[in-house]
């Protein structure tokens, strides 16, 4: 392992290279989150249900099922997805984006996670660096991209996922990483606290939920890694972003204002640039106020 650590910081591109490769069997590994871990959440919540409600009950009894079994298999002929049929990328290119089996043709989006989560991993890898705060910010890009799709999927932001993140800031900062202990804790405090806080309102207001709880704790996560001073950016940003793809897909679905719109995935981008672009972006936001 020493041979690998003093290679990769004394070759960049060794590094760059490692982390690319790496992340791809990670966004493999993702695919298989993004499909399975809302499953296991529903399965548990029914168990809890009927727990506590119906205690008396036979309760459901499911198959084994987690991030690793039952192995994958496609959905529509039972094929059991061989080693080499799960290669980031090549596999999807070699079988021609179909079932080895029944010749059905899988999603576009999997090798698309596979690829998106290689290039930001690569992406955040080089602007930082070789050293802690690359490694660090590639592990937050893998976390970020895995709840995006998956509230994109099912509107669910998992506990299971957010509040590691939001850890793994805190815990970051005790070695000044990316921000000071107290600015990670103003952040994750201040973060949830925002969000908190408009959700009342508009609640009182309207009498309407207008976001989620898994929403308040991704912002915490991300002001635990930015700090309190990257809050209003990836708050306005998000916004910003939001609302450009709300009316899109309002428009392009034809629904109306009351149309539900994830809001995870619109912070998940904001605090990912702020992340890496925090102070360029208030530099070139003061040059335009006061030039």
């Known amino acids: ?31 298989v989150v993004i499909h399975r871990l ?60 179909r079932c080895a089996g029944c010749k059905t043709s899988i999603s576009i989006r999997y090798p698309l996670v596979e690829l998106l989560t290689a290039v930001l991993s690569v992406w955040i890898a080089m602007h930082f660096g ?28 998992p506990d299971q996922l957010t509040l590691p993140a939001l850890w793994f800031g805190l815990l970051l900062s005790l070695d000044h990483v990316f921000v ?15 969000l ?3 959700y009342w309102l508009f609640k009182l207001l309207t ?19 930015t700090g309190w001073q990257g809050l209003l950016i990836i708050v306005l940003l998000s ?13 392009k679905q034809r629904q109306g204002k009351n149309l539900a719109i994830p809001y995870g995935p619109y912070l998940a981008i904001a605090g990912w640039i702020a992340l890496l672009y925090q102070q360029e972006i208030k530099t070139a936001y003061f040059n335009w106020v006061f030039s």
């Open 180 to 194: 000071s202990p107290q600015d990670a804790i103003l952040g994750a405090a201040f973060g949830y606290l925002i």
């Open 38 to 97: 809302p499953i296991m959440m529903e399965r548990a919540w029914k168990q809890e249900y009927q727990g506590y409600f119906h205690p008396d009950d036979k309760p459901e009894v499911f198959e084994r099922y987690n991030l690793v079994k039952p192995d994958s298999t496609c959905p529509k002929c039972g094929h059991k997805i061989r080693f080499w049929e799960n290669i980031p990328l090549i596999s999807y290119a070699i079988l021609g984006g």
């Open 239 to 251: 916004s910003f972003v939001g609302a450009i793809f709300g009316v899109v897909i309002m428009i």
């Open 130 to 157: 070789p050293g802690k705060a690359a490694l660090a910010g590639v592990v937050l890009t893998w976390l970020l991209v895995a709840m995006t799709f998956i509230d994109l999927d099912k509107m669910l932001l």
């Open 207 to 225: 009498g309407k939920e207008g976001m989620g709880y898994g929403d308040f704790k991704l912002l915490a996560a991300l002001g635990a890694f």
């Open 1 to 31: 392992m020493q041979p690998i650590i003093d290679l990769s910081l004394s070759s960049p591109w060794f590094f760059y290279s490692m982390v690319g490769i790496v992340s791809l069997m990670i966004g493999s590994f993702l695919n």
């Open 196 to 198: 908190w806080s408009i």
